[in-house]
Structures are given as C-alpha cells and as structure tokens.
C-alpha cells in the first residue's frame, strides 16, 4: 500500500477551500482595544436600545467595534467636533515671514515670560 503525502501547502488549500478564509477585520487594532471589548474577562458586549441579547435571532444586531467605542466615549464629549484648521503659510511673502523670525528670536532672547498664563508665581492659586 502506498504512502499518501499532502504537502502542507495542499493542507492549506484543501482547508480554505473547504472552510473558507478567515479574513481579519480587526487589522490595525490595538490588541488592548480588542481585549476590553471582546475578552471574557472585559467589557461586555452592548445591544441596541430595546434589545435584551438574550439569544441570538438574525434581526439583532450587535454593536461593532467603532460602536462600541464611540458608546464609552460619548460621556466624556461635551461639545460639536472641531474643524481642523488649514496648513498654510500664515506668511504672504518672505520678508513677512523674515520679520517674524527676527522678532521671535528677539523675544526669546529677553526670556520673556507673558502674564496671564499662569507662568508667574504671583499667578498661582493657593491651595489650602
């Protein structure tokens, strides 16, 4: 009787062809982030409103990973999303951007320290 050997790329092939592949739809995500919100030991798993998660019928829909996150977070943000402010040159033309300089250089050279900002110990607030 003779021997039969599978090289273990057929072994591969055979299995996803049989099974399917496993795509990982988690790729980039930080493996702290998938234990909190998937381990057995971590947070559990949020249903919608109305839902008591008791089973599991095909209308149910659980939160995905983004939800769940955005769920947590949510008391934390009191206010609408800020607009990201554009990335260009403050400066209209070199000799602009040159009186700057020179005038930043001259402030950081006098340690200036401005008031207001709470840098001066006179500006500190006493705790008792």
């Known amino acids: 009787m003779g021997c039969l ?17 496993y795509i990982n739809d988690y790729a980039g995500v ?12 971590g947070h559990k798993h949020q249903c919608a409103p109305g839902q008591t998660g008791a089973g599991h019928p095909p ?4 939160m995905d990973l983004g939800e769940q996150v ?8 009191h206010h609408e999303a800020v607009d990201v402010p554009d990335h260009e040159d403050p400066f209209l ?4 951007r040159d ?4 005038a930043l250089a001259a402030v950081q050279e006098q340690a200036l320290l401005p008031r207001g900002y709470g ?3 006179g500006e500190w607030e006493m705790e008792s």
């Open 5 to 21: 050997f599978i090289a273990l790329q057929d072994m591969h092939l055979i299995g996803m062809t049989n099974h399917g592949v």
């Open 30 to 41: 930080h493996l702290d982030v998938i234990q909190q919100y998937y381990s057995a030991h």
């Open 59 to 62: 209308d149910e829909h659980w």
């Open 70 to 77: 955005a769920a947590d977070q949510s008391a934390n943000i």
């Open 93 to 96: 033309s070199d000799q602009q």
């Open 99 to 102: 009186a700057f300089r020179t």
């Open 119 to 121: 840098l001066h110990q």
